[in-house]
C-alpha cells in the first residue's frame, strides 16, 4: 500500500459521514400527514379552554351587534371581534412554554406536525371569522369592499402575521404578551383608518397589493414556523 | 434487533459535546454513566431523532429489514427525558391519553394502556388529578409511564430515578428489567447504583466519548469502584 492510498483510507476512516438528506425528511413528513384527521381531533381536544372563551364572547358579541341598530356601535364591535378570535393564538407556543417540545418531537407525529396542525385549526377558525365580519359589514353597514378590506382584513391579517411571528420568535410568557398586545393594535387600527380617512385617499389598487402581500407574508412565516422544527429534528437512516 | 451508532458527533460552536461515538446496541438494559456535561443527554437527543447531530448515523436494524423510515422509527421509540413538562390543565390521565394520541394510539388501546400504567407506577388514585398537584416523584412516575406507552423497542431514559424514593427505585429497577428482555432499554444516571444490578452492559461516558463499553460481568468488581478508577485514570 502506497503512502497516497494509506493517507486516503485514514481520511475516509476519520472523516464524518454527511448527515442525512432533507430529502427523506419531507418524504416522512408527506407521509405523516395520512393522519392528520387523527391528530386533528386530538388538538382540537386539548387545544384548551381559552379556545373556547373565547368562542362564547365572540358570540356575545356578535349577538349585541345583532341586536343593536346603532352603526356606529355596530362598526367597533366587527373591529373589536378579530382580535378576540386570534387570542387562542397565544397556544401555539404553548409546547415550549411548557416543556412539551422534547416529548412531542420524539412521539411518532413529531414536533414539525404538532406545529402544522396548530396552525391549521387556527387558520380554518381565523377564516371564518374573517369571512363572517366581512358579510357582516358588507351586508348590515353597507361598507364597500375596499372600505372592508381596509378596516377589517388588512388589520386581521396583520394580527395573524404578528401572532405567528411572535410565537415563532418568542417563547414562554412574552410571546402571550406579544400577541395580546398585536391583537389590541389590530382592534385600534380600524378605527384610525377610519379617522384619517384614508379608505378614501388610498387607491383599490394599493389596497389589493397590500392585502395580498400581508397574506404571501403569513404563508411565509407559516412556513418557517412549521419548518422551523426541522432544525432539532434529525432523519433517520 | 440493532441500533448503530456510526461516529455519531455533536459539536457547538466552541464545544464537542458528543465525539465520534460509535456502538452496537443490542436488547438488553444498557447503563450510560457519566458525570455531568460529559455528553449523556446530547447523546439521547440524537439517538431520539430530536437533535440533529453534526456528523454520524444512527440506524436502527430489524431482523431482515435493514432501514426504517423516520415514522416506523418514532412508533417504536419510548423517551422519557431529563426534564420535562406538561400543560397546566392536565390531570395524570389526559397526560398519558394525549401521549397515546401523538404515539399513534387508537383509543380503545390506549385508554386501556393507560389504566394498565397508571397502575404498574402506583399512580391510579392520582390519575384523575390535576398534574401540578403532583410531587416531583409522582410526575416522574409519569414520565416513565409515557414512555413506555407504545411498547416500545427501544427505550431511552434520561436521568429517570432523579425524584425517586427507595421504594419507587426498586419497582422501577424491575420494571425496566423486565422491559430489557425483549427492547433495547438505555438508561442514563449519574447514580452507579440505578444501573449496576440491571445493566447489561455499561458504556461510560467522558467529554463525549466512551471511555468504557463493556459487559457488567466482564468488570470483575465494585461498578462504583471501577467507574471512579476509570475516571481517575483519564484524569
Redesign the interface.
Same mark, same amino acid.
Not at chain 1, 400527514?33 to 386539548?46: A, V
Not at chain 1, 349577538?63 to 397565544?90: E, K, Q
Not at chain 2, 456502538?23 to 438488553?28: E, I, S, T, Y
Given at each position: 500500500m502506497t503512502e497516497k492510498d494509506l493517507k486516503e483510507q485514514l481520511k475516509m476512516a476519520y472523516s464524518l459521514p454527511e448527515s442525512d438528506s432533507r430529502k427523506r425528511f419531507i418524504r416522512a413528513y408527506q407521509k405523516r400527514s395520512l393522519q392528520l384527521g387523527t391528530i386533528l381531533r386530538i388538538e382540537l381536544e386539548f387545544m384548551g379552554i381559552r379556545s373556547v372563551f373565547a368562542g362564547i364572547f365572540l358570540f356575545i358579541i356578535l349577538y349585541a351587534g345583532y341586536r343593536s341598530h346603532n352603526p356606529d356601535f355596530t362598526w367597533h364591535l366587527s373591529c373589536v371581534i378579530p382580535a378576540a378570535a386570534l387570542m387562542p393564538m397565544t397556544a401555539l407556543g404553548r409546547s415550549e412554554r411548557y416543556k412539551m417540545s422534547e416529548l412531542e418531537a420524539a412521539s411518532r407525529f413529531s414536533a414539525c406536525f404538532v406545529r402544522l396542525v396548530r396552525l391549521m385549526i387556527l387558520g380554518i377558525f381565523s377564516l371564518i371569522v374573517l369571512i363572517c365580519v366581512c358579510f357582516w359589514q358588507a351586508g348590515v353597514l353597507q361598507a364597500g369592499t375596499g372600505e372592508i378590506l381596509l378596516t377589517i382584513a388588512i388589520p386581521y391579517l396583520i394580527n395573524v402575521y404578528g401572532g405567528v411571528a411572535i410565537s415563532r420568535k418568542w417563547h414562554g410568557r412574552e410571546s402571550i404578551f406579544g400577541i395580546i398586545a398585536v391583537c389590541m393594535i389590530s382592534c385600534v387600527l380600524p378605527a384610525v383608518i377610519r379617522n384619517i380617512r384614508l379608505q378614501e385617499v388610498m387607491p383599490a389598487a394599493a389596497v389589493v397589493v397590500i392585502t395580498i402581500a400581508v397574506v404571501l407574508g403569513i404563508a411565509k412565516e407559516c412556513m418557517i414556523y412549521v419548518k422551523e422544527s426541522e432544525k432539532t429534528i434529525w432523519n433517520l437512516c | 434487533m440493532e441500533l448503530v451508532l456510526? @461516529?455519531l458527533?455533536k459539536q457547538y460552536s466552541n464545544k464537542i459535546a458528543v465525539d @465520534?461515538v460509535s456502538a452496537r446496541l443490542k436488547p438488553g438494559v444498557i447503563g450510560l454513566i457519566g458525570a455531568n456535561g460529559a455528553g449523556k443527554t446530547t447523546l439521547m #437527543? =440524537?439517538i431520539?431523532?430530536? +437533535?440533529?447531530?453534526?456528523?454520524?448515523?444512527?440506524? *436502527?436494524k430489524n431482523g431482515s429489514q435493514l /432501514?426504517?423510515? $423516520? $415514522?416506523m %422509527? #418514532? /412508533?417504536i +421509540?419510548g %423517551?422519557l427525558?431529563q426534564? *420535562?413538562? &406538561? %400543560?397546566? /390543565?392536565f390531570r395524570g390521565r /389526559?397526560f398519558l391519553m &394525549? =401521549?397515546a394520541? +401523538?404515539?399513534?394510539l387508537d383509543k380503545k388501546t390506549a385508554k386501556r394502556k393507560c389504566d394498565e400504567l397508571l397502575k404498574i407506577v402506583n399512580l391510579e388514585n392520582a390519575a384523575d388529578k390535576k398534574i401540578k398537584t403532583y410531587s416531583g416523584g409522582m410526575k416522574q412516575r409519569l414520565g416513565i409511564a409515557?414512555a413506555v406507552l407504545?411498547d416500545p423497542k427501544i427505550l431511552i431514559l434520561d436521568e429517570p430515578t432523579a425524584g425517586l424514593d427507595l421504594k419507587e427505585r426498586v419497582r422501577f429497577r424491575n420494571l425496566i428489567a423486565e422491559l430489557g428482555k425483549d427492547s433495547i432499554v438505555i438508561l442514563s444516571t449519574h447514580i452507579v447504583s440505578d444501573v449496576e444490578h440491571i445493566a447489561d452492559r455499561i458504556l461510560m461516558m467522558k467529554d463525549g466519548q466512551f471511555i468504557y463499553d463493556g459487559e457488567c460481568d466482564e468488570i470483575g468488581m465494585d461498578l462504583e469502584e471501577f467507574y471512579l478508577r476509570e475516571f481517575d485514570r483519564e484524569v
Amino acid at each position: 500500500m502506497t503512502e497516497k492510498d494509506l493517507k486516503e483510507q485514514l481520511k475516509m476512516a476519520y472523516s464524518l459521514p454527511e448527515s442525512d438528506s432533507r430529502k427523506r425528511f419531507i418524504r416522512a413528513y408527506q407521509k405523516r400527514s395520512l393522519q392528520l384527521g387523527t391528530i386533528l381531533r386530538i388538538e382540537l381536544e386539548f387545544m384548551g379552554i381559552r379556545s373556547v372563551f373565547a368562542g362564547i364572547f365572540l358570540f356575545i358579541i356578535l349577538y349585541a351587534g345583532y341586536r343593536s341598530h346603532n352603526p356606529d356601535f355596530t362598526w367597533h364591535l366587527s373591529c373589536v371581534i378579530p382580535a378576540a378570535a386570534l387570542m387562542p393564538m397565544t397556544a401555539l407556543g404553548r409546547s415550549e412554554r411548557y416543556k412539551m417540545s422534547e416529548l412531542e418531537a420524539a412521539s411518532r407525529f413529531s414536533a414539525c406536525f404538532v406545529r402544522l396542525v396548530r396552525l391549521m385549526i387556527l387558520g380554518i377558525f381565523s377564516l371564518i371569522v374573517l369571512i363572517c365580519v366581512c358579510f357582516w359589514q358588507a351586508g348590515v353597514l353597507q361598507a364597500g369592499t375596499g372600505e372592508i378590506l381596509l378596516t377589517i382584513a388588512i388589520p386581521y391579517l396583520i394580527n395573524v402575521y404578528g401572532g405567528v411571528a411572535i410565537s415563532r420568535k418568542w417563547h414562554g410568557r412574552e410571546s402571550i404578551f406579544g400577541i395580546i398586545a398585536v391583537c389590541m393594535i389590530s382592534c385600534v387600527l380600524p378605527a384610525v383608518i377610519r379617522n384619517i380617512r384614508l379608505q378614501e385617499v388610498m387607491p383599490a389598487a394599493a389596497v389589493v397589493v397590500i392585502t395580498i402581500a400581508v397574506v404571501l407574508g403569513i404563508a411565509k412565516e407559516c412556513m418557517i414556523y412549521v419548518k422551523e422544527s426541522e432544525k432539532t429534528i434529525w432523519n433517520l437512516c | 434487533m440493532e441500533l448503530v451508532l456510526d @461516529r455519531l458527533t455533536k459539536q457547538y460552536s466552541n464545544k464537542i459535546a458528543v465525539d @465520534r461515538v460509535s456502538a452496537r446496541l443490542k436488547p438488553g438494559v444498557i447503563g450510560l454513566i457519566g458525570a455531568n456535561g460529559a455528553g449523556k443527554t446530547t447523546l439521547m #437527543r =440524537m439517538i431520539c431523532g430530536i +437533535l440533529k447531530p453534526t456528523g454520524g448515523t444512527v440506524t *436502527f436494524k430489524n431482523g431482515s429489514q435493514l /432501514d426504517v423510515s $423516520e $415514522e416506523m %422509527y #418514532r /412508533d417504536i +421509540l419510548g %423517551y422519557l427525558p431529563q426534564d *420535562f413538562g &406538561y %400543560y397546566p /390543565d392536565f390531570r395524570g390521565r /389526559d397526560f398519558l391519553m &394525549y =401521549m397515546a394520541a +401523538l404515539k399513534g394510539l387508537d383509543k380503545k388501546t390506549a385508554k386501556r394502556k393507560c389504566d394498565e400504567l397508571l397502575k404498574i407506577v402506583n399512580l391510579e388514585n392520582a390519575a384523575d388529578k390535576k398534574i401540578k398537584t403532583y410531587s416531583g416523584g409522582m410526575k416522574q412516575r409519569l414520565g416513565i409511564a409515557q414512555a413506555v406507552l407504545n411498547d416500545p423497542k427501544i427505550l431511552i431514559l434520561d436521568e429517570p430515578t432523579a425524584g425517586l424514593d427507595l421504594k419507587e427505585r426498586v419497582r422501577f429497577r424491575n420494571l425496566i428489567a423486565e422491559l430489557g428482555k425483549d427492547s433495547i432499554v438505555i438508561l442514563s444516571t449519574h447514580i452507579v447504583s440505578d444501573v449496576e444490578h440491571i445493566a447489561d452492559r455499561i458504556l461510560m461516558m467522558k467529554d463525549g466519548q466512551f471511555i468504557y463499553d463493556g459487559e457488567c460481568d466482564e468488570i470483575g468488581m465494585d461498578l462504583e469502584e471501577f467507574y471512579l478508577r476509570e475516571f481517575d485514570r483519564e484524569v
